[in-house]
């Protein structure tokens, strides 16, 4: 029975606060397969799969799962029918121990009723051995990279019988390799006859993993097809309604005047072990970009600059000034939009409007009602060019989609005119149609004379953006290229392998 459909949902519908967010969309399921769910920011993938994981509950249609149709009142109700959800934030509790999180809920006891932890051991280590993982069930969760939580997270799901396994965005802060054993782990678990509902927003993945793909567009189901039978294009014209985006090409921008002192000096910098000895300088007016493979010390230099974290030698200069501390940094005009932006960037309890409110620079530091006005200028400046999709300023950030809540940080300091910006990761999260659209911004800033510094893992973006890059190998910086040098993104792949 291998195409045997497992789950069909059927005109579902969902609303919020009179707003509709579904519209009559479906999905259906087959039995083994790696189905990619596809659409823009705000587009209702999320709150679909929140309605089979019984977060949310539909106001209509149809849910048939292996022939019954069910209702879900709770995720329990959905866990217990075999459906389980990997979180874009993920859920595990760091202070308890690998086979801990495994089997939360559910500890073998012994006699008596006691805990068995040798037994949680034993059973912890065997479905991780099962998937091919290497991770000691004894150690505490908080000491684990986020490739290795994920795969407890498949681990926690899979001990609960799983047969539906839903991934939102599981790779965007996963390292090459890790993403190759998340794939490795996706397929074996298909062949064995589990489901897989694929979220993300990175296209070539969705046609190296998956078999097939369900588009939506504004709450409702455009396509679904096998991905052989779709192709980039025809996926992307399903997802925006248009033909093709703009590409994100490189544009040559005038070049630094000779003589000119640069914003930002880097002189010799040690971070702990994980940077050792960078220099390198971004002017007025340049975007330089830092190339290197997921912990090569990108993320450190950035933070170190901006005085989140401290250097354990060399210098930081912002106009031939030293600076040390974050207070010192901003202060000196520098803005960090930092990777993990849910997390650092936001107060996700406020809306929209407060966020935009919040007093980051001086400029921002004056009476209220100026302030007031400001952020309200900001915010529709905001919305309108990055097509952030929102009923209105009012939103909590936290009810925006996680694409969306990308771009509100985003345009928080995209607007604050930094003397020197930090851009960690810009695109991760947004769909392929406000891509472009942020480099374009990006650029604009740098016009105006902003220094601008940007890490991003997808080369494509770093050669479009780029004036010059710095690229890293194991802390150090091994080489710099002018952009007009680099000839093939090959060029770039080279010189960051080391
Ligand atoms: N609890 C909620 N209250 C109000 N609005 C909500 C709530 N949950 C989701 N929404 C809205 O529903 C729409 C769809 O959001 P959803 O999270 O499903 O999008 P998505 O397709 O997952 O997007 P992304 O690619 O950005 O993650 C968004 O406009 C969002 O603001
Ligand atoms: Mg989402």
Redesign the pocket.
Known sequence: MQDATVLEMRDMEKS??GIP?LKKARFELRRGEIHALM??????????MKILTGVYTRDAGTLVLDGRTLDFQTPGEAEAAGVAMIFQELSLVPTLTVAQNILLHREPRRMGGFLDDGEARRRAAEILADLGEDIDPRLPVELLSTGARQMVEIAKALSKNTRILIMDEPTSSLSEAETQSLFRIARRLRDGGISIVYIS?RMSEIFTICDRVTV?RDGATVLTDACSNVGMDGLIEAMLGTGSVAALTYRERPQVPAGQRPVLEVEGLDVGDRVRGASFAVHAGEIVGLAGLMGSGRTEIAEAVFGVRPASAGTVRIDGEPVATVAEAMAAGVALVPEDRRRQGLVLEHTMHANFMLPSLKRFARGLFVRDREAAVEGEAAVRDLKI??DGLG?VVR??????QQKVVLAKWLARHPKLLILDEPTV?V?IGAKSDIVEIVRAIADRGTAVLVISSEFEELLALSDRLVVLHDGRVVQTMERRDIASEEVLHHAVQG
Do not use: E, P, Q
Not at 39 to 48: D, E, R, V, W
Not at 399 to 404: A, F, K, P, T, Y
């Open positions: 919020f606060n967010v659409g823009g920011n705000g587009a209702g993938k999320s709150t679909l927003h939506m999709r929102t939103k009810l925006l989609s996680g694409g969306n999260g769909d």
